[in-house]
């Protein structure tokens, strides 16, 4: 069975600094991968998603991910994060086969931006 | 962009009630999906569909009925609520299948007492 850790539940950077929040998945396969974000009192939204080729694929509001398959990992940067930033984090993972290819999530990272 | 709405958005009942959540989307998507949010465990499928009177089971769908009405409505229901089933619930929808971007509704927070 597919499974998502994202090993960090929290991260607190401070304003302009860069990010990386860690994704590691667990498939027989390369799976689809997937970045979603939830702001304060709202539902997830997709920042990005990576199904082949260039292993770097950008997202919205400068979010970018890199796969590698070596390292079964989908890690999300940012140059340099806003204060808007501050939410939290989903890695999810779907099969790339079969009728049905349901999302398997994370538990999610939560960001604090500090001023 | 789609548009996912859910009602309501809190809700407080007591352990044996009866509650249903009702999700509608306006893009005419032919999956829709219920998920529970909870600390620690991110978001949990409990039943999905493809289509007007189809149901399928999700990962943890104890406890919980479904049904989809139309290609808009999907309703959760909880026919004897439990402390348990307390926690945040949404609605998604996607055009194709999974591997295509799941549009979320903005969440139901369910207390049962």
């Known amino acids: 069975a597919q499974s998502v850790t994202q090993p960090d539940a929290r991260v607190t950077v401070s304003e302009g600094a860069s990010l990386q929040l860690r994704c590691k998945y667990s498939?027989?396969?390369?799976?689809?991968l997937f970045w979603y974000v939830q702001y304060p009192r709202q539902g997830l939204q997709m920042l990005l998603k990576?199904?082949?080729?260039?292993?770097v694929v950008q997202g919205v509001n400068g979010f970018e991910a890199e796969f590698s398959k070596s390292d079964s990992s989908f890690h999300l940067r940012k140059a340099s994060v806003h204060w808007s930033d501050s939410a939290v984090y989903f890695c999810?993972?779907?099969?790339?086969?079969?009728?049905?290819?349901?999302?398997?999530f994370g538990a999610g990272t939560r960001l604090a931006v500090c001023p | 962009e789609a548009a996912v709405t859910q009602s309501p958005r809190n809700k407080v009942t007591v352990t044996g009630g009866n509650v249903t959540l009702s999700c509608r989307q306006t893009?005419?998507?032919?999956?829709m999906y219920w998920y529970r949010q909870d600390t620690g465990h991110g978001l949990r499928l409990i039943h999905y569909?493809?289509?007007?009177?189809?149901?399928q089971i999700g990962d943890v769908p104890d406890g919980y009925k479904a049904t989809r009405t139309t290609q808009e409505d999907f309703f959760l229901l909880l026919e004897l609520a439990s402390p348990s089933q307390t926690s945040l619930y949404f609605c998604?929808?996607?055009?194709?299948?999974?591997?295509?971007?799941?549009?979320f509704g903005p969440g139901t927070r369910l207390l049962v007492l």
């Open positions: 998604a929808s996607s055009d194709v299948w999974g591997q295509d971007t799941q549009y």
């Open positions: 893009n005419s998507h032919n999956y």
């Open positions: 569909s493809y289509g007007a009177g189809n149901l």
């Open positions: 498939y027989s396969a390369t799976p689809y």
């Open positions: 999810a993972v779907s099969p790339l086969s079969g009728s049905f290819n349901k999302l398997t």
């Open positions: 990576y199904y082949s080729g260039d292993p």
